[in-house]
């Protein structure tokens, strides 16, 4: 009994245990289920999820394809609406597609479809006449089509169809090979070009028109006007009564205010019209600066008014750039000082730094000591036809247009210009621009530092005489400056290496001061600076004077001079000679030897009008000279070769043989010869740039008409062979 009793035990434990285990079991069955489900139930979800972004995505590539569809079609649309051609070729250059623009130009060739071949169709349009080959043949011109067709980057072309249409082709190439031409149509440019060169041609013909019509004006006028100025100059020196006086004075200086305007006029034309072209060559600044304070000498010796040049003693003297056009800016700016000043000086200063490039920056002033300019004037005086308008200034006349004209031409050459003024006081000009140095023409002026150790300088003028003791001290002296008889009496009391005796003393005559000098120092050198060639065999006192330097003095005149005291005679005696020109300081002016018997310098003067050539005669009628005249290119050649002058006047424009071919004759008869005789241009051509023209023949000077006595005279003494007299 208690067997089976402890063996049911056991069957009831092992019973209950098993029960256990199948409720685990069956409880994680039923986890395993629940969690199956929430897995099923989420694929499902996914699965439903999933089909609806399909569908969605499906959606989005038809509306997408739709609106490609729509784009394609606006895009197609567009490319045929426009004018010109559209077309694609593939990799093997046949034809994709194409827009109506491309295919009108074949007029409807069935065969200008898909697939046809770029070679093809060149050949139909050669073949069917739809475009014009010009000068090639129909061959050479696919030839070359196709050669520019297979070049990576083609570049465009134009080409005439037969309808006269103008097509420019541009294609370019993928990187698939693919290429995109385009045809434009190009034929509303090419007309309107054609057009704009018809009307640039018959504007340069205009110009030219206007150009000569100019020219011709200028000469023109300035021929008679030289008989008109011409005879009322010299009738200015014959015996006239007040009232004649006054006449002749009128129509002189009506003249000459005739010419001032039309020059103006015509340079101002020039540069409305863009026409102004500079010109670079080798120059003297210094020497132009002296030609044009001589050439107004006259007119600034009848006002008492005194030229001074205060050139930089460092500063070179040649330069490369437009002479002319400086020339021209100078002229009018110092005319314009000399003109607004009625008593006192006019001063053209130099200054100048010269740079490690080779240029110079210069600047140039030119003071005066004339009536001014009121402070709210001074702008307004650089504007076209503009003057200072009041009461003093209406006594000045002119066109307005000098400073407006050299405003322009020194900005042309990239400098400035401006104006400082007070009224009653003076006016100061200002140049300031950049030249080149010119050094393949260097000419080194002599030596002679520290050989004057104490100098005396007498000089009137106190502006002329501070230049002079400047250029003393920089060359090493001692200077003593007295500036009336009185003081020079004082000072003058020996011991002295140099005298420089100038001029414009209110209280004794310039040959005083030599006679003073004299009397103390007999062995001391005596140097006359004059605006005016005295003749110094007149006076007594003359025999003391060792050379004479023309004023305004340049530096290398006063210091060749002082140079040339060594070896020229000590004193000039009274059987000798004054020099006989007023030299610019390019060559040496010491004082010429006695006069030999070499008879009477002979001038051709080649001018066909008679008027002219009875002006001519009359102004050089008391110089000892031999005159003839040709009356035109051709005579003047033969006289040249018989009558064998020693200076040749040429007009320009003449009948039969012009002055520059005539010159260029002679000149090749001189290079057999070796002889070279100087020949000035006398000539109504005015305009700027002539100057350069007329040269370029070979003649050495150039002058315009009208003609001026003094002109004239100082360059018959200039290219004399020797001294001239005047028997008046």
């Known amino acids: 009994m208690t067997q089976l009793a402890h063996r049911l035990a056991e069957e009831r434990r092992a019973r209950l245990a098993a029960e256990r285990l ?25 699965i439903v999820e999933t089909r609806a972004e399909n569908q969605r995505v499906k959606s989005d590539l038809t509306v997408a394809h739709q609106h490609i569809e729509v784009v394609e079609r606006r895009l197609w649309h567009s490319i045929e609406t426009i004018r010109d051609g559209f077309a694609v070729f593939d990799i093997n250059n046949g034809l994709l597609m194409a827009n109506r623009a491309y295919l009108s130009a074949f007029d409807g060739l069935e065969e200008i479809t898909s697939g046809v071949s770029y070679a093809r169709i060149l050949q139909l349009m050669t073949q069917e006449g739809i475009v014009n080959t ?14 520019r067709w297979e070049k990576p980057n083609p570049r465009p072309v134009v080409i005439q169809l037969w309808n006269e249409k103008y097509i420019r082709l541009i294609d370019r190439r993928g990187h698939g090979g693919d290429v995109v031409s385009l045809a434009l149509d190009i034929t509303d440019s090419v007309n309107y070009e054609k057009q704009l060169q018809a009307a640039q041609i018959h504007a340069e013909a205009a110009n030219r028109a206007k150009s000569a019509f100019l020219a011709n004006m200028s000469h023109e006028i300035r021929t008679p006007m030289n008989g008109v100025v011409g005879m009322a100059d010299l009738l200015t020196e014959t015996d006239l009564n007040d009232e004649q006086r006054l006449f002749v004075d009128t129509i002189k200086s009506s003249g000459e205010a005739l010419l001032v305007i039309i020059n103006d006029v015509l340079d101002f034309s020039k540069i409305e019209a863009d026409k102004i072209v500079l010109h670079s060559d080798g120059f003297d600044l210094e020497r132009s600066i002296h030609e044009i304070l001589i050439m107004l000498q006259g007119k600034a010796r009848e ?8 050139y930089d003693m460092f500063l070179p003297s040649r330069f490369i750039g437009d002479q002319g056009r400086i020339r021209q800016i100078l002229t009018n700016l110092i005319g314009n000082a000399l003109k607004f ?35 709210d004037k001074i702008d307004h005086i650089f504007g076209e036809f503009n003057q200072v308008d009041d009461e003093q200034n209406r006594q000045f006349e002119g066109t307005g247009l000098g400073l407006a004209i050299s405003k322009r031409l020194i900005e042309l050459m990239g400098g400035t210009i401006w104006a400082t003024s007070q009224v009653d006081v003076g006016t100061s000009f200002g140049l300031s621009f950049v030249l080149p140095v010119d050094e393949t023409e260097h000419e080194d002026m002599p030596n002679i530092q520290g050989r004057f150790a104490r100098v005396i300088v007498a000089e009137g003028n106190d502006a002329a005489a501070q230049i002079l003791i400047r250029q003393m001290q920089i060359l090493g002296a001692k200077v003593t400056y007295v500036s009336s008889y009185h003081a020079f009496c004082t000072a003058c009391d020996g011991g002295y290496d140099l005298f420089l005796c100038g001029s414009n003393f209110t209280d004794a005559d310039p040959f005083e001061f030599v006679e003073q000098a004299q009397g103390v120092d007999p062995d001391m050198p005596v140097v006359m600076i004059s605006a005016t060639l005295v003749d110094i065999r007149s006076d007594p006192a003359g025999h003391h004077v060792s050379a004479l330097v023309p004023k305004p003095a340049t530096r290398r005149g006063l210091v060749q001079v002082l140079a040339g005291l060594d070896t020229v005679a000590t004193c000039l005696q009274p059987e000798q000679a004054v020099p006989d020109t007023v030299h610019d300081g390019s060559a040496d002016q010491s004082l010429d030897p006695p006069i030999q018997d070499r008879g009477k310098m002979r001038i051709l003067t080649a001018e066909d009008n008679k008027t002219n050539q009875l002006v001519f005669s009359k102004m050089v009628k008391d110089l000892e000279i031999e005159l003839q005249f040709a009356n035109n290119g051709l005579e003047a050649v033969e006289l040249y070769q018989s009558y064998h002058p020693d200076l040749i006047f040429m007009d320009i424009s003449m009948p039969k043989m012009d002055g520059k071919q005539a010159t260029r004759e002679i000149r090749k008869i001189e290079a057999t010869t070796g002889r070279h005789v100087p020949i000035v241009a006398l000539t109504a051509h005015a305009m700027n740039g002539d100057d350069a023209d007329i040269l370029a023949a070979g003649l050495d000077r150039y002058l315009t008409k009208p003609l001026k006595k003094g002109l004239i005279t100082d360059t018959i003494s200039e290219f004399a062979p020797h001294p001239l007299d005047q028997s008046a």
């Open 341 to 375: 000043t009625l008593q006192g000086h006019v001063l053209v200063r130099v200054v100048g730094v010269e740079q490690d490039d080779g240029t110079a920056a210069l600047t140039l002033t030119i003071e005066d000591t004339g009536i001014g300019i009121p402070d």
């Open 134 to 147: 010009g000068d090639k043949t129909p061959a050479d011109w696919r030839a070359m089509m196709l050669d």
């Open 303 to 310: 006002k008492g008014i005194e030229l001074i040049l205060d």
């Open 22 to 46: 199948l409720e685990l079991k069956q409880a994680e069955l039923s986890a395993a289920n629940r969690k199956l489900g929430r897995h099923a139930k989420a694929l499902s979800a996914e």
